[in-house]
């Protein structure tokens, strides 16, 4: 069976609760990171995979911007995670995206 784990969904705040953008996918064995969320998602990221034990998850990302890249940023430099693949759309484009987070190019 395929879960598919998106912090943030499926809650009811008064107000929408945006952790940028991202997800986990995971069949039981093996874990995917597509995007990595930003800010209090990227906590809520971390957090997760440690609490599954995931140490080596296979991580995606789609584009360059702060919202996509920032946790898996904090990923690969978090000493606990050993990723198995790192996938993106465009690898040139991440030199700046992982660099400068802030910008969105």
């Known amino acids: ?14 107000k929408e609760t945006r952790y940028g953008d991202g997800q986990i996918i995971n069949d039981g064995t093996n874990y995917l990171v597509i995007d990595g969320f930003c800010d209090k998602g990227t906590d ?3 957090k997760k995979l440690k609490t599954w034990k995931v140490v080596s998850p296979i991580l995606a990302i789609s584009h360059s911007h702060y919202d996509h890249t920032y ?5 690969l430099k978090d000493s606990y995670f050993k990723p198995k693949m790192l996938y993106c759309y465009d690898p040139a ?11 969105s190019k």
């Open 44 to 46: 809520i990221l971390i």
């Open 1 to 14: 069976m395929i879960h598919i784990y998106i912090p943030g969904l499926g809650k009811q705040p008064a």
């Open 71 to 75: 946790g898996i940023l904090k990923i």
């Open 93 to 103: 484009s991440l030199e700046v995206g992982l660099t400068n987070n802030k910008g």
